[in-house]
C-alpha cells in the first residue's frame, strides 16, 4: 500500500509544479528577465544590482512606461553556479521575456549566454567581464563593464608610466576571471617594457599567503598587483606589510570594497591603488543618484549597481528605439547604440558586443577610503 | 493480497514512465531543463549507488569522475573534434580507468578513511582542473557542441532531455539486473560484513573494485552528458557540494534501492527549484535531513520490502532468547 | 588420510606469544574437537586455519596445499567453510540471500553474464536458490527463509550460519563455539545436526568448544590446548581423564 | 637563506593552527573511532564566537578582551560539540548503526553547522574587530611578529597542559580503556558516556582556541572556512598518527612546512595537492602515521 501511495503523492507534487509554473505576461506589460546571484557567496553583490535595476524600472513605470506599456521584472538567481544558472536562463526564457539583463560572476554568465543566444534573446551583462564571453561571437550579448584586457591596459599604464614601475608582480586567486586580468595584466606590461618578476597563483579560501610573500619580498617589486576578491586581497595587503615587502600594492576592480580597506586595517591599506569601472562616488553627477539611491533601500550602493542601472536605462533606450519589444528588435537596437550617456560616459558597442572604449578609472586609498586618483 | 498490489503498482510505474516522456511536450523550457537536470543526477546517483549502496563504500569525491567525463567530452569535441559518441565512451573508460587506480592501493583502507581519501582525491582532480592549461584553466571549456547523428542535431533542450532519459533507462536496467545477481549479491555481503564475505569465498577487494569501476563509469557518462547540456564546463561544477548533494540523492530516497535512489534524486533537483525563496535555507535543511534520515529512517524515505513468512519443513524450532546480530 | 595438518604453527602478537610451536592432524570425515580453558588460543588457531590470521611460523596444509598467507575468500574456494563465535551473519538481508552467499566460490558469473542474463548465468542462478533452499531444509529453517538475519532469535541466527556454511560444499566446516548462549534443547538439537551434517554430508568437522561435554558427545578425537600451547590429543575419554587437561581447566577455576 | 628561515617562520604559524585542530580530530577519533567530519566546522563556530564577543567591546580591545572571547568561545563552541555527539552521533553509537551511516551523520551535521552560522552571520566575510599591530623582531633578516610568536607560546602551553591532564589525571586511562573496549570499560564502573562527552568537550574546545586566534591573527572570517582547515587537520592527524596528541602537532609542523615548500619551489595553487597527495600517501603507505601505534581491528 505505502509504496504506491507514494508514487502517487510525488505525481502529484509534479503536476502540481508543473501548474504553478505556467502563466506568463498580458499584453499590456513587457517582461525583462534579471538574472544575478542572490543567494550564496556573492549574494550581496546580486541584490546590489537587483535594487538598481528596480530603481530603473520603478522611475520609467513612474513616468508611464515605455512605448504605453509597464515594464515588469522576473528575477531569476544564478547563485554564481554554472548549473544554477542554466535552469535560471532557461525559467527566464520559458517566462518569455523580452531582454534580460544581470550577470556578475563570468562563469555563470558564460553557460547562460548560450541558452538566451539560442532563444534569441538580448542580454546586456552588468558585471561579468570575461574575455570569454565575447570569444563565443553570440550577437546579443552585450557587454556593459569593460572587458580585462582594458583593465589590464589601465592598470600597465599606471604601474609603468604613473608608478614609474620597472619590476612588477601580479597575483590572482585561480578563479576564471582573475586569472583572465592577471594573464593579460602580464602580457601589457611586458609589451610596455616591464619586467614582471613574479607571476603567482593564490587558494582564495586560504588565510595564510606569508610564503607567497616571502616569495614577493625576495624580488623586491616595485609594484604588486591583485587580481582576485576582496577578501583574499585584504589579508594580503594587511600580510604584504607586516612582511614589509617593497612597493606599492594595487587591486583590480574584484577587490574594490570597503571590507577590503577593514581587513587589511586602514593603515595598512593606505596607499593601495585600484583599477575600478565607474563607481557613482567617484562621479560628479551620480552625486544625487546615490544619495536616491541610499534612500530608497537605506544603504549604499554597491560596485555594480551603476552599471546596472545604466543597463537597465540602456534596454529601456532600445525599447523606445524599436518601439517594440520583439527580442530581435531590441538587440538590433542595443547593437545601433550610439553615444548612449551613462555614468562612466557614452557608450556604444564593437561587433563583439564589448565597449568601443574603456571606462576604467583609478583609485586609491585615502584616510580609509577609495577616492579618485589625480 | 499480494495480486492486485502488484498490478497496482506496475501501473503506477507506467503512469510514472508516460509523465517522464511527456514532460517536455506539456511543461515548458524551465521544467524541461529542470527535469533534465534530474536526469542527470538520478545516473549520478544510480552510479554512486553502486558504490555506497551497494557495496557500502564512502565516496565523498564522486563528482571527480563525473569532472573526468565532462572534461574528456569538452576537451576532445572542442580542441580535437571527436564526435560526442565516441568521447562519452572515451569518457566512461576514462574514469573507470581512474576509479580502477584510485581503488588499488585505498580500498584495503578502512572505511573512514576511505571517505577522507575519496574526498581529498576528489579536490584533487578538480585543483587540477583548475589549475591546467589543457582543461582551460579556471575558466573551462566552452562552446561544447550539441551530440549528432548524421546530420541530426540534438540542438534543443527536448532532444538532450530524451538522451538522458534513455541514458537513465539503460542505467536502471544495467543496475538493476546487477544488484539482482552473484555479483550484486557480493557487494551487498561486503556491506553487510566484510569478514563475513570474505569467509564466505567473496573476494572483498575485487568486488570492491568492481563496485568503484562500474560506479565510475556512471559518473563518466554523466559527466560526458552535462558537458553537452551546459555546452560551458567550469571547475566549480565539481567540488564537495556536488558530491554531497549526490550523496544526499543516494541517502535520501532509499541507499541501495533503484527506485530509492531515483526518488532521491528527483527529491534534491526538484525541492529547492520549488522552494526558491527558501533557497538561502537549502543546504542547511539538507544537512539536517542527513542527520535525520540517518536517525530515524537509515533506509531511506522509499518504503522498504517486507519481510514474508514461508510455509516449509513440519518441524517445529524453538527460538532462544531474541538478540541483534553484531 | 588426513585433510588437514597443522605443523608447528606460531603467532604473535608484538611480543606475546598467543600460539606456539602447536601440530595436530584432523583426519578425513572426522570430527575433531579443539577444546581449552580461555584465552588458550583456540580461536587464534581456528582464525589461522581460515586465513583471518598470518601464521608468523609454521604450515597449514590443507588438502596438500599450504594455505599458509592466503587470503580467506581464496581458501574458502579450496574447501573450506567456517562460522563465526559471536554470529556474524549479513543482517538486513533475508535469510535465503544469507545462505546463498555459501555458493559464491562455486559459482562464476560476472558482469555480463548478470546484464546479458545469459542460459548459463540463469541455470547458475537457479542452481544457488536451490542448493541455498536444501541447506535451509536440512537444517530445519526453511521457513524463515524470507525473512531478515538481524530479526530472528539467536538459536535461529546460529542455524543460519551453519547452513550458510554448508552452502559452500565444504570438505571441512569449522564450527566456532557454536554451543555459546544456546539453552538445553537448543543444545541438543545442535549435536543431533553436527551428527546429521557428518553423516549426510561425508564432512570432516573442527569443533572449538568450550563445552567440553558437548564436545565429548560428537567428537572422535580432541585436541587440548592451554596457554597457547598443546598438552593433550586423543579419544575423547582418554584426553578428558589426562592429569594434564583436568590441570588445566581445575587450574583455572581456582585463579 | 634567510628567505627559506623566514618560510620556516611561516610554516610554523600556518602548522601551529593545524595542530591545534588536529588534536581534537584525533582524541575523538582514539576514543571512539569515529572520524568526526564536522570538527573544522567547530573550529568555525569558534571563530565566530570569538568575533560575536569581541563585537561587544566599544573602543581598544585588550588581552581581557582577548581572554574573554577565548573563555566564552571555548565554553559555547565546547557545549555545541558536547550537543552535536548527544543529538547525532550517540542515537547511532547506541544502535550500533554501521559506520557508513555514522559518517554519512557527520557530513550532514557538517553542512547543517555552516549554514547555519551563513544564516545567522551572512554569506560574507567577517572582519575581525580588533587590529594588533605589526610590530615584531629581526633575527638577521628574518622577521618575527610578536602576534606570531605569542600563538606559538600559547599553543606550547597548550600542549603541556593536554599532556599532564592525559598523563596524570584518571581521564587519560579511562580514554584508552574505552578505546580498548567500552563494554568492559563500562562493567568496570567507569562512565563511559560522561568520558566521551568530555572528550568531545575538550576537542571542541581546541578547536574553538584554534578559532578565535585564526580571527586575531588573519582578521577574516567566513562560514566556509572550515571545510578547508578541517581537511587540512585530518591530514595532519593522520601525517602524525591519528589518536596520539604528540603526533596531532607533529603532524600540523609537518603539514605547514610541506605546503610552504610546495607554494615556495612550485606554486601556491598547486599547495592543496600536495597536502591532499602527502594524506593519500600516508593513509596508503604508513596509515599509523608518525607516532602512532598500530591499531588492531577485531574480527
Same mark, same amino acid.
Given at each position: 500500500m505505502k509504496a504506491h501511495s507514494k508514487i502517487a503523492s510525488i505525481l502529484l507534487v509534479l503536476s502540481f509544479l508543473f501548474l504553478t509554473a505556467c502563466g506568463s505576461g498580458n499584453g499590456n506589460e513587457i517582461v525583462i528577465g534579471v538574472i544575478s546571484p542572490t543567494t550564496g557567496q556573492s549574494a550581496k553583490m546580486g541584490q546590489d544590482m537587483n535594487n538598481a535595476i528596480q530603481m530603473a524600472v520603478d522611475e520609467i513605470n513612474g513616468k508611464g512606461g515605455v512605448n504605453n506599456k509597464k515594464i515588469r521584472l522576473v528575477f531569476a538567481d544564478d547563485a554564481c553556479d554554472p548549473q544554477a544558472s542554466t535552469t535560471a536562463a532557461n525559467k527566464l526564457v520559458s517566462e518569455n521575456v523580452s531582454a534580460v539583463i544581470g550577470g556578475y560572476c563570468s562563469s555563470a554568465v558564460l553557460p547562460a549566454s548560450g541558452v538566451f543566444n539560442s532563444a534569441g534573446i538580448p542580454m546586456v551583462v552588468t558585471a561579468a567581464n570575461s574575455e570569454k564571453i565575447p570569444e563565443n561571437n553570440y550577437k546579443n550579448i552585450f557587454l556593459l563593464n569593460s572587458t580585462a584586457s582594458a583593465q589590464a591596459q589601465t592598470a600597465t599604464n599606471y604601474m609603468i608610466s604613473n608608478l614609474k614601475g620597472k619590476k612588477i608582480a601580479i597575483l590572482n586567486d585561480n578563479t576564471a576571471y582573475s586569472v583572465d586580468l592577471a594573464e593579460r595584466t602580464r602580457d601589457a606590461i611586458q609589451k610596455a617594457g616591464g619586467q614582471v618578476v613574479l607571476y603567482e597563483s593564490v587558494d582564495p579560501n586560504a588565510s595564510d599567503f606569508n610564503s607567497v610573500l616571502t616569495k614577493v619580498k625576495s624580488k623586491t617589486p616595485d609594484a604588486t598587483y591583485w587580481t582576485g576578491y576582496y577578501a583574499a586581497g585584504g589579508l594580503l595587503i594587511k600580510q604584504f606589510k607586516q612582511q614589509g615587502v617593497s612597493g606599492s600594492f594595487g587591486v583590480a576592480d574584484g577587490s574594490v570594497d570597503q571590507t577590503l580597506i577593514k581587513i587589511a586595517g586602514e593603515n595598512n591599506a593606505e596607499g593601495v591603488f585600484a583599477t575600478m569601472s565607474p563607481l557613482p562616488q567617484f562621479i560628479p553627477g551620480a552625486k544625487n543618484w546615490s544619495k536616491d539611491y541610499e534612500t530608497k533601500f537605506k544603504q549604499a550602493p554597491g560596485p555594480y549597481s551603476a552599471l546596472s542601472y545604466d543597463g537597465m536605462r540602456l534596454i529601456i533606450h532600445a525599447l523606445e528605439q524599436a518601439k517594440s519589444d520583439d527580442p530581435n528588435a531590441i538587440t538590433g537596437a542595443i547593437a545601433k547604440t550610439k553615444g548612449f550617456a551613462t555614468f562612466a560616459g557614452p557608450v556604444e558597442f564593437k561587433a563583439n558586443g564589448t565597449l568601443t572604449k574603456s571606462n576604467f578609472i583609478m583609485i586609491g586609498v585615502k584616510n580609509g577610503q577609495f577616492e579618485m586618483v589625480k | 493480497m499480494n495480486t492486485p498490489f502488484l498490478k497496482n503498482k506496475s501501473f503506477l510505474y507506467?503512469?510514472?514512465?508516460?509523465?517522464?516522456?511527456?514532460?517536455?511536450?506539456?511543461?515548458?523550457?524551465?521544467?524541461? /531543463?529542470?527535469?533534465?537536470? #534530474?536526469?542527470?543526477?538520478?545516473?549520478?546517483?544510480?552510479?554512486?549507488?553502486?558504490?555506497?549502496?551497494?557495496?557500502?563504500?564512502?565516496?565523498?569525491?564522486?563528482?571527480?569522475?563525473?569532472?573526468?567525463?565532462?572534461?574528456?567530452?569538452? @576537451?576532445?569535441?572542442?580542441?580535437?573534434?571527436?564526435?560526442?559518441?565516441?568521447?562519452?565512451?572515451?569518457?566512461?573508460?576514462?574514469?573507470?580507468?581512474?576509479?580502477? =587506480?584510485?581503488?588499488?592501493?585505498?580500498?584495503?583502507?578502512?572505511?573512514?578513511?576511505?571517505?577522507?581519501?575519496?574526498?581529498?582525491? %576528489?579536490?584533487?582532480?578538480?585543483?587540477?582542473?583548475?589549475?591546467?592549461?589543457?582543461?582551460?584553466?579556471?575558466?573551462?571549456?566552452?562552446?561544447?557542441?550539441?551530440?549528432?547523428?548524421? &546530420?541530426?542535431?540534438?540542438? &534543443?533542450?527536448?532532444?538532450?532531455?530524451?538522451?538522458?532519459?534513455?541514458?537513465?533507462?539503460?542505467?536502471?536496467?544495467?543496475?538493476?539486473?546487477?544488484?539482482?545477481?552473484?555479483?550484486?549479491?557480493?557487494?551487498?555481503?561486503?556491506?553487510? /560484513?566484510? /569478514?563475513?564475505?570474505?569467509?564466505?569465498?567473496?573476494?572483498?577487494?575485487?568486488?570492491? =573494485?568492481?563496485?568503484?569501476g562500474l560506479g565510475a563509469m556512471f559518473g563518466g557518462l554523466a559527466g560526458s552528458l552535462f558537458a553537452v547540456k551546459m555546452s560551458a564546463i567550469a571547475p566549480e561544477s565539481f567540488g564537495f557540494m556536488q558530491s554531497a548533494m549526490i550523496l544526499l540523492a543516494v541517502v535520501l530516497g532509499g541507499i541501495g534501492r533503484i527506485s530509492g535512489v531515483i526518488l532521491g534524486a528527483v527529491l534534491v533537483i526538484l525541492l529547492p527549484e520549488a522552494m526558491r525563496s527558501f533557497s538561502d535555507w537549502r543546504i542547511f535543511l539538507f544537512g539536517v535531513l542527513l542527520v535525520l534520515t540517518m536517525i530515524f529512517r537509515p533506509n531511506g524515505l522509499w518504503p522498504s520490502k517486507k519481510e514474508t513468512e514461508e510455509m516449509d519443513d513440519p518441524e517445529p524450532l524453538k527460538g532462544g532468547s531474541k538478540s541483534v546480530v553484531s | 588420510m588426513s585433510l588437514v595438518e597443522v605443523d608447528e604453527i606460531e603467532l604473535r602478537f608484538g611480543g606475546l606469544v598467543a600460539v606456539g610451536d602447536v601440530s595436530f592432524q584432523i583426519e578425513e570425515k572426522n570430527v575433531v574437537g579443539l577444546i581449552g580453558p580461555n584465552g588458550a588460543g583456540k580461536t587464534s588457531m581456528f582464525n589461522m586455519i581460515t586465513g583471518f590470521y598470518k601464521p608468523t611460523k609454521g604450515k597449514? *596444509?590443507?588438502?596438500?596445499?599450504?594455505?599458509?598467507?592466503?587470503? !580467506?575468500?581464496?581458501?574458502?574456494?579450496?574447501?573450506?567453510?567456517?562460522?563465526?563465535?559471536?554470529?556474524?551473519?549479513?543482517?538486513?538481508?533475508?535469510?535465503?540471500?544469507?545462505?546463498? &552467499?555459501?555458493?559464491?566460490?562455486?559459482?562464476?558469473?560476472?558482469?555480463?553474464?548478470?546484464?546479458?542474463?545469459?542460459?548459463?548465468?540463469?541455470?547458475?542462478?537457479?542452481?544457488?536458490?536451490?542448493?541455498?533452499?536444501?541447506? =535451509?531444509?536440512?537444517?530445519?529453517?526453511?521457513?524463515?527463509?524470507?525473512?531478515?538475519?538481524?530479526? =530472528?532469535?539467536?538459536?535461529?541466527?546460529?542455524?543460519?550460519?551453519?547452513?550458510?556454511?554448508?552452502?559452500?560444499?565444504?570438505?571441512?566446516?569449522?564450527?566456532?563455539?557454536?554451543?555459546?548462549?544456546?539453552?538445553?534443547?537448543?543444545?541438543?538439537?545442535?549435536? /543431533?545436526? @553436527?551428527?546429521?551434517?557428518?553423516?549426510?554430508?561425508?564432512?570432516?568437522?573442527?569443533?572449538?568448544?568450550? +563445552?567440553?561435554?558437548?564436545?565429548?558427545?560428537?567428537? +572422535?578425537? *580432541?585436541?587440548?590446548?592451554?596457554?597457547?600451547?598443546?598438552?593433550?590429543?586423543?579419544? !575423547?575419554?582418554?584426553?578428558?581423564?589426562?592429569?594434564?587437561?583436568?590441570?588445566?581447566?581445575i587450574g583455572k577455576d581456582d585463579d | 637563506m634567510d628567505i627559506f628561515l623566514q618560510q620556516v617562520i611561516n610554516a610554523l604559524v600556518v602548522g601551529t593552527f593545524y595542530g591545534l585542530i588536529a588534536l581534537g580530530y584525533s582524541m575523538v577519533y582514539g576514543i571512539i573511532r569515529l572520524l568526526n567530519f564536522a570538527h573544522g566546522d567547530l573550529f568555525m563556530l569558534g571563530a565566530f564566537a570569538g568575533f560575536s564577543v569581541l563585537s561587544l567591546f566599544t573602543g581598544q580591545v585588550g588581552f581581557i578582551g582577548i581572554g574573554l572571547a577565548l573563555i566564552v568561545s571555548v565554553l559555547v563552541v565546547g557545549l555545541i560539540g558536547l550537543g552535536v555527539e548527544r543529538i547525532a552521533y550517540r542515537p547511532l553509537i547506541k544502535k550500533k548503526s554501521p559506520k557508513l551511516n555514522l559518517l554519512i551523520t557527520a557530513v550532514g551535521v557538517s553542512l547543517a553547522i555552516e549554514y547555519a552560522v551563513m544564516l545567522s552571520y551572512g554569506p560574507s566575510f567577517r572582519v575581525y574587530p580588533i587590529q594588533l599591530p605589526n610590530t615584531g623582531f629581526h633575527i638577521g633578516d628574518v622577521k618575527i611578529t610578536y602576534i606570531q610568536l605569542g600563538i606559538i607560546l600559547f599553543t606550547i602551553l597548550i600542549m603541556i597542559f593536554l599532556q599532564l591532564f592525559i598523563h596524570k589525571s584518571i581521564y587519560g586511562k579511562a580514554m584508552r580503556s574505552i578505546a580498548i573496549d567500552d563494554t568492559a570499560t563500562s562493567l568496570m564502573g567507569i562512565p563511559v558516556h560522561r568520558f566521551i562527552g568530555l572528550t568531545f568537550f575538550m576537542g571542541s574546545g581546541l578547536a574553538a582556541v584554534a578559532g578565535v586566534m585564526d580571527g586575531i591573527y588573519y582578521g577574516q572570517i567566513n562560514f566556509l572556512m572550515g571545510f578547508l582547515f578541517g581537511l587540512k587537520a585530518?591530514?595532519?592527524?593522520?601525517?602524525?598518527?591519528? %589518536?596520539?596528541?604528540?603526533?596531532?602537532?607533529?603532524?600540523?609542523?609537518?603539514?605547514?612546512?610541506?605546503?610552504?615548500?610546495?607554494?615556495?619551489?612550485?606554486?601556491?595553487?598547486?599547495? +592543496?595537492?600536495? #597536502?591532499?597527495?602527502?594524506?593519500?600517501?600516508?593513509?596508503?603507505?604508513?596509515?599509523?602515521?608518525?607516532?602512532?601505534?598500530?591499531?588492531?581491528?577485531?574480527?
Open positions: - | 507506467i503512469l510514472l514512465f508516460i509523465v517522464m516522456i511527456a514532460i517536455p511536450l506539456i511543461t515548458n523550457r524551465y521544467w524541461t /531543463d529542470v527535469a533534465s537536470t #534530474a536526469m542527470f543526477y538520478i545516473l549520478l546517483a544510480l552510479g554512486l549507488n553502486i558504490i555506497v549502496g551497494y557495496a557500502g563504500l564512502l565516496d565523498l569525491g564522486y563528482s571527480a569522475f563525473f569532472a573526468v567525463g565532462s572534461y574528456t567530452t569538452g @576537451i576532445l569535441t572542442t580542441q580535437f573534434g571527436v564526435s560526442f559518441w565516441i568521447s562519452i565512451f572515451l569518457g566512461a573508460i576514462f574514469a573507470t580507468v581512474l576509479g580502477v =587506480l584510485i581503488g588499488i592501493p585505498t580500498l584495503r583502507l578502512r572505511s573512514d578513511y576511505l571517505a577522507i581519501v575519496t574526498l581529498g582525491f %576528489g579536490e584533487i582532480i578538480r585543483l587540477i582542473a583548475n589549475n591546467s592549461k589543457f582543461t582551460g584553466g579556471a575558466s573551462g571549456i566552452y562552446g561544447i557542441p550539441k551530440p549528432k547523428i548524421g &546530420s541530426f542535431v540534438f540542438q &534543443s533542450n527536448v532532444l538532450l532531455y530524451y538522451l538522458m532519459f534513455i541514458f537513465v533507462l539503460l542505467a536502471i536496467f544495467v543496475i538493476w539486473r546487477l544488484g539482482n545477481s552473484r555479483v550484486g549479491r557480493a557487494w551487498k555481503y561486503i556491506r553487510e /560484513d566484510e /569478514d563475513a564475505a570474505e569467509a564466505m569465498g567473496v573476494n572483498g577487494l575485487y568486488y570492491k =573494485l568492481l563496485a568503484y | 597449514i *596444509i590443507f588438502s596438500g596445499t599450504n594455505i599458509v598467507g592466503k587470503k !580467506p575468500s581464496k581458501i574458502t574456494q579450496l574447501g573450506m567453510a567456517r562460522t563465526f563465535q559471536n554470529i556474524r551473519l549479513f543482517p538486513s538481508l533475508t535469510v535465503r540471500e544469507n545462505v546463498m &552467499s555459501g555458493m559464491h566460490s562455486k559459482t562464476s558469473q560476472g558482469i555480463w553474464g548478470a546484464v546479458l542474463r545469459t542460459a548459463k548465468q540463469q541455470k547458475e542462478e537457479k542452481e544457488i536458490l536451490e542448493i541455498a533452499n536444501d541447506c =535451509l531444509s536440512f537444517v530445519g529453517i526453511k521457513k524463515y527463509a524470507g525473512r531478515l538475519a538481524k530479526n =530472528l532469535p539467536y538459536g535461529i541466527q546460529r542455524r543460519v550460519e551453519i547452513a550458510r556454511a554448508l552452502a559452500t560444499k565444504p570438505k571441512l566446516l569449522l564450527l566456532d563455539e557454536p554451543a555459546a548462549g544456546l539453552n538445553l534443547s537448543e543444545r541438543k538439537e545442535l549435536i /543431533d545436526l @553436527i551428527l546429521r551434517i557428518k553423516e549426510h554430508f561425508q564432512l570432516t568437522v573442527l569443533l572449538i568448544e568450550h +563445552d567440553v561435554g558437548l564436545v565429548s558427545e560428537v567428537a +572422535d578425537k *580432541i585436541v587440548v590446548l592451554d596457554y597457547g600451547r598443546k598438552i593433550a590429543e586423543g579419544l !575423547p575419554n582418554e584426553v578428558l581423564a589426562n592429569p594434564r587437561v583436568i590441570e588445566a581447566y | 585530518f591530514t595532519a592527524a593522520v601525517i602524525g598518527g591519528i %589518536g596520539s596528541v604528540n603526533g596531532a602537532m607533529l603532524g600540523g609542523l609537518v603539514l605547514g612546512i610541506v605546503e610552504t615548500l610546495g607554494t615556495v619551489y612550485v606554486g601556491g595553487e598547486w599547495k +592543496d595537492v600536495f #597536502a591532499f597527495g602527502i594524506l593519500i600517501l600516508f593513509l596508503v603507505l604508513k596509515p599509523t602515521g608518525l607516532l602512532g601505534e598500530a591499531v588492531n581491528e577485531r574480527v
